[in-house]
Each structure stands twice: as structure tokens, then as C-alpha cells.
């Protein structure tokens, strides 16, 4: 196990409830039983905040938290770009094109394909908010 992997999924600043959201979506991975559920609070087409709760592995939960950060101040049409693209970035020479979104390259890359499902569960639940 990756400790860096183990160090962002321990910063569970965003794991929460949003009493006041506005949008809501919740997936189950069929292959390892994985489960996120994300909330947000969404405003003239900017995330504002983002909660998310989850029975998963160590990787969906890192994936959660690290995209928990990104999302937040960001447009949904970017968002919704990125989750449209976070599963080219496992190609090791593909360039991520936003800056502020290079923490990703900690967890989505070559080393970690065996675990794509997990890591990619949180950007196809957020994905569900963002593509409407």
C-alpha cells in the first residue's frame, strides 16, 4: 500500500453531509461492491461545496477527497470535462491540462490501473451532477 495514497484519503475535510444541497448522487461499483454518494451545493454553475460519504477502499476514498478539492470554486462545465478525461490521465504520458488539478497525478496513473474502478467512482457519481 501506498502511503501517499493512505495520506490523502485521511484528509476527510470534505467527508460530510450537506444539510442545505442542492444536488445529490449516489453509485455502487457492480464489480467490488464500492459505494459514494456525493452532495453539493451548485450556484450560478459553481460548486460551492462538495460532501461525500462512502463504503470503499482506501483508493475511492482518496479519489473522493482529492476531487473534493478540486471541485470546489470551480464551474460545473470544467468539472464535467474532468471527469470526462480522469481516465486518459492512467496513461502515464498524457499531460493533465489544468494545472490545479495535477494532485490527481498522485492517484490516477499507471501504477494504479488495477484499482481504476475505485479511483473512478467518485468522478462517474460526480459526473451525474455535472453533465445536466
Not at 460530510?16 to 457492480?30: A, D, P, Y
Not at 470551480?74 to 490521465?89: G, Q, T, V, W
Request: hydrophobic letters at 35%.
Amino acid at each position: 500500500m501506498d502511503l501517499e495514497i493512505l495520506n490523502i484519503a485521511a484528509d476527510i475535510k470534505n467527508n460530510k453531509n450537506i444539510e442545505n444541497r442542492t444536488h445529490i448522487s449516489k453509485l455502487k461499483n457492480s464489480l467490488c461492491g464500492d459505494e459514494m454518494q456525493i452532495e453539493l451545493i451548485i450556484k450560478n454553475e459553481k460548486i460551492l461545496d462538495f460532501g461525500y460519504q462512502g463504503k470503499s477502499c482506501i483508493y475511492c476514498q482518496a479519489s473522493a477527497s482529492l476531487l473534493s478539492k478540486i471541485s470546489i470554486n470551480n464551474k460545473k462545465e470544467k468539472i464535467n470535462n474532468l471527469c470526462d478525461e480522469a481516465e486518459f490521465y492512467f496513461d502515464d504520458t498524457v499531460k493533465i491540462p489544468d494545472e490545479r488539478w495535477i494532485p490527481l497525478k498522485k492517484l490516477i496513473k499507471k501504477k494504479n490501473i488495477n484499482k481504476k474502478d475505485c479511483i473512478l467512482l467518485p468522478f462517474k457519481t460526480l459526473k451525474r451532477i455535472v453533465s445536466t
